[in-house]
């Protein structure tokens, strides 16, 4: 059973276009979901997070959307750049006692010049 | 700031054979964890340790061993490799929610 459903699998945009991934998750538990870009041959970095409480993060190019009554988020990126290519992943972490992230399978960015 | 190494970059390894790899982390993190990550899929939780010496089993733990000798390390035992396995571990540490990851052994398996 899969928890947290990211598409689109894949994504191509043009650079200056504004990219949205999408994620989705089941545990209403879920609270904590952290974004993480992956480049190839690298281990996945912390891009973003938002918790639960709140329906909108921002930082810099980056924005979490978060609705939680439809349990979906989405990650813009907006102004998009050819070092943007690469691959992220959604998590999410049900409410505290729990140390396990949940990973999506991930949307491969590709950002054309 | 920190950092996570990961030992080997690469490993080949024969079927059957029991292969180990090793993570170091200097953020002198409780937490850490070793995920496997195969081509088109999430990462996939195998085992955990909240401290030294405690081991958790995530929904992946069969086929594998961990130890967490000290705070610092966390070693994984592939304790009988399958033929034509192709897959990324990568190891985490965490203190609280966020968790940062090293940069992987990729494992091929002849």
């Known amino acids: 059973q899969q928890q947290v459903r990211q598409s689109p699998q894949s994504l191509t945009v043009w650079e200056g276009e504004t990219a949205i991934l999408n994620c989705s998750y089941e545990d209403s538990t879920f609270n904590y979901f952290p974004w993480y870009q992956q480049f190839p041959g690298e281990g996945p970095a912390l891009l973003i997070s938002i918790r639960s409480v709140s329906d909108k993060k921002e930082d810099g190019r980056f924005t979490i959307f978060f609705n939680k009554r439809e349990k979906k988020l989405s990650l813009h990126i907006t102004d998009s750049q050819p070092g943007d290519s690469a691959t992220y992943f959604c998590a999410a972490r049900a409410s505290s006692g729990s140390w396990q992230l949940i990973f999506g399978s991930g949307t491969q960015l590709t950002v054309m010049p | 700031g920190g950092i996570i190494t990961q030992t080997p970059k690469f490993l080949i390894g024969q079927e059957g054979q029991k292969l180990t790899l090793k993570c170091q982390q200097n953020?002198?993190?409780?937490?850490m964890y070793w995920y496997r990550q195969d081509s088109g899929k999430g990462l996939r939780l195998i085992y955990y340790s909240i401290t030294e010496n405690d081991l958790q089993k995530g929904d992946l733990s069969e086929g594998y061993d961990a130890s967490r000798e000290k705070k610092s390390s966390f070693s994984l035992t592939v304790t009988s490799a399958q033929k034509n396995e192709m897959a990324v571990f990568l190891c985490a540490s965490s203190r609280g929610g966020e968790q940062y990851f090293g940069p992987g052994t990729r494992l091929t398996v002849l």
């Open positions: 953020f002198n993190h409780d937490t």
